[in-house]
């Protein structure tokens, strides 16, 4: 796809979801996706490989969360894989501080080029665990807005979420469009402290893809042994 038909097709779908982007960005996405598309031939990162569908199932589905993000807070993307929606949400609001993180090194070094490549601003990868890297004093209950895509079942991800947000923050758990483990999740909320503020179901533009986005407002501190180590929120989730 050259960048003529991947400007007309981003802007319509953006437009669509009600979010403006400049031409400047729109060439920032496009370079985005050709070396998401090029690294992959290497090391996989996306199984979705049709311009049309990276536009719609990884730039738009980024952007949905973007009006959850207010100017100048600290925003970190747990477990961001091939940069989302880290990297689309810090192409659209380059003033705010994104923090990308990710257990696999190649990835990490696929997002610094991207960084790199695409000037950006106010970003930066760290490679880690997230139950590691939550336990960390100088992360710990430091950021605004925690957010991830895909990533477990919503009381395991509140589990890696919770703890790196502070008191009067928000998570982001984009989701599909099953509600199940909304329910399962209830004792998470209660002992990590979070509560449901706002369940947004939206419907990708153009198509029948259904997501749920799930704001959490952290009403208290987590208990120090939230996170447990690595590996046990999975194998041993909350309930």
């Known amino acids: 796809m050259d960048l003529i038909d991947f400007s007309k097709e981003l802007q319509e779908k953006a437009n669509q979801i009600n979010i403006d982007i400049q031409k400047e960005q729109i060439e920032k996405c496009y370079h985005y996706m050709n070396l998401l598309l090029e690294w992959n031939e290497k090391i996989n990162l996306t199984a979705i490989t049709d311009p049309k569908e990276v536009i719609l199932k990884h730039f738009i589905d980024s952007f949905t969360i973007h009006k959850y993000i207010e100017k100048k807070k600290k925003v970190i993307d747990v477990g961001t894989g091939a940069g989302f929606p880290g990297i ?23 997002l610094e080029e991207v960084i790199q490549s695409l000037t950006l601003q106010n970003i930066h ?4 665990r997230v139950e590691e890297f939550a336990n960390n004093k100088k992360e710990r209950e430091t950021y605004d807005v925690a957010t991830s895509r895909a990533v477990a079942p919503l009381n395991v991800l509140l589990e890696y979420l919770l703890p790196l947000v502070k008191v009067g923050g928000i998570c982001i758990c984009m989701k599909g469009s099953r509600t199940e483990e ?14 449901i503020e706002k369940i947004e179901k939206i419907t990708l533009p153009n198509s029948d893809i259904q997501r749920n986005i799930i704001i959490v407002r952290k009403l208290k501190n987590t208990p120090p042994k939230y996170p447990r180590k690595p590996g046990t929120p999975s194998k041993e989730p909350i309930k």
């Open 125 to 128: 990868t760290i490679h880690a």
């Open 182 to 195: 909304i329910k399962e999740a209830k004792n998470a909320f209660n002992i990590l402290g979070g509560k």
């Open 88 to 110: 689309p949400i810090s192409i659209l609001e380059q003033d705010i501080e994104m923090t990308l993180l990710d257990s696999l090194q190649k990835r990490i070094q696929f």
